[in-house]
């Protein structure tokens, strides 16, 4: 199964790199020209991110630099206790919905210090997998429609997280002890 | 709300470097960040350029609507008032595709697309709608059959099984998602129609 999963990701790319032009041109259009149009849109787009990712990433770094994170954590810190969560993993569940590179760079650094098969890396690994950088996601799909009213948007995804992460603590002990 | 997180953040970030006395990491720290934001933007230039180039040849060739025929019947019951021939649909399902597929930056695009055609029916434009936020409850919960990048750290790392957590960090996903779009049910029926 999982070798079958594998070789699908690494197969379905190129697979469609090469069946999307030839149908295109199978079904009579002109590939050149269209592919150029899209690509032009893509690159506009591109250009629309980089303020909101400018503001977004300068911000989330300076948090995380000047220790703003670390109050956030110890601030938590008797609820982890509470539910026994590892102290080690818990800032993953705040550096993760904000930033996709840090919280990886986080991942990579708890695995390496503490083992990939031991429970801190083990329950590291799942909840990165199974969480999503939810303001990231939010900025980039709202500031493509220049939406900035959310409504419960933000809630919703934090929401999502949240539980995930508990069930990626959850699933690690059901899983593995 | 944006206003108030992103002010959260940076000036939250700024006091607490003066209070732990590393004020002069406060600008080389904003600097970075910024730098990270350009270098991961000409990335997703490239990325975007053949993406979209491919999306346009997959839409004109009429593709998009056969693949999105497959997945469609998952999706409807979660947009029960999006008409059945609306255009966000082919886009929204090719992200639910990718994403599940773990191939979270070729979902990008598609959910770009498909917010603009949801967005084109906005009443109220620059105020999220109902679907808009159903949407992304799908994207911010990772539901994915394949969490490439974990993977490669567990194996670079040593580690005896890997892929071991594929399975858990799947079910983990779904019980957020599952979360999400029940929240997102129940803020949508109590904030009204919109």
Known sequence: MIAVLSALSVFIVPLL???????????????YDEFIDGAREGLM??????????????ATSVFIDGGGMNFLVRFFSP?????????????LAFIRPLSGTGSLGFTSQLIHAYGPDSLIGRFASVAQGSTETTFYVLSIYFGAVAVRRFRYALFVGLIG?????????ILTKVFFY | MMNAIWLFLFCGGILAAV????????????????SDAVELCIGLAAFLGIWCGMLRLAECSGLMIKVSRLVAPLLRPLFPDLPKNHRAWAPMIMNVSSNLLGLGNAATPFGIKAMKALDEDN??????TKEMITFLALNTSAVSLFPGMILGFRAEAGSIEPTAIIIPSLLA?????????????ILAKWGGKR
């Open chain 1, 161 to 169: 997280d949240t539980v995930a992460f508990a069930a990626a603590f």
């Open chain 1, 79 to 91: 609820l982890c206790d509470l539910f026994g969560l590892p102290r080690e993993v818990f800032p």
């Open chain 1, 45 to 58: 787009l591109c250009l629309r991110l980089l303020p909101v990712l400018i503001a977004m990433m300068a």
């Open chain 2, 19 to 34: 209070v732990t006395d590393r004020t002069a990491l406060i600008f080389p720290s904003v600097l970075a960040g910024a």
């Open chain 2, 173 to 185: 996903s779904l019980c957020g998602l599952t979360a999400s779009l029940l929240t997102a049910k």
């Open chain 1, 17 to 31: 790199l090469l069946t999307i032009p030839v149908y295109a041109f199978y079904r009579g259009v002109s590939v």
């Open chain 2, 123 to 128: 009443k109220e434009k620059g105020t999220a």
